[in-house]
Nanobody, 120 residues
Framework: VQLQASGGGWVQTGGSLRLSCRAS???????????MGWYRQSPGMGRELVAA???????TYVDSVKGRTTISRDNGKKTVILQMNSLKPEDSAVYYC????????????WGQGTLVTVSS
């Protein structure tokens, strides 16, 4: 199983980016059991949860991105999307996709990370 993240890049302050993460070589029924999340890590900082979406599509966001960010999932494509708007320089980080099975039946997975740089 691989989580393939894409969509990072450089954007001006106030701009938007759409990050995508696709689970490859994962059975669809198994993907549907995972809570999918996006984390980010800046240099010298720990990894923090940005947003997550449960199998029932319940979402959670870190306070700093609320109102600017939307997480969604397309189970048919085994993909999770992070739409980020009104980006700020402090949003700059490496963003990682994560798959977590809260039941513990299946292992968790991390994507390879995609770099987001926001500057004026």
């Amino acid at each position: 199983v691989q989580l393939q993240a894409s969509g990072g890049g450089w954007v001006q302050t106030g701009g938007s980016l759409r990050l995508s993460c696709r689970a490859s070589r994962m059975i669809l029924s198994v993907f549907n059991t995972y809570t999918m999340g996006w984390y980010r890590q800046s240099p010298g900082m720990g990894r923090e949860l940005v947003a997550a979406i449960s199998p029932s599509r319940t979402t959670t966001y870190v306070d700093s991105v609320k109102g600017r960010t939307t997480i969604s999932r397309d189970n048919g494509k085994k993909t999770v999307i992070l739409q980020m708007n009104s980006l700020k320089p402090e949003d700059s980080a490496v963003y990682y996709c994560n798959a977590l099975d809260h039941s513990g039946t299946y292992p968790s997975y991390w994507g390879q990370g995609t770099l987001v740089t926001v500057s004026s």
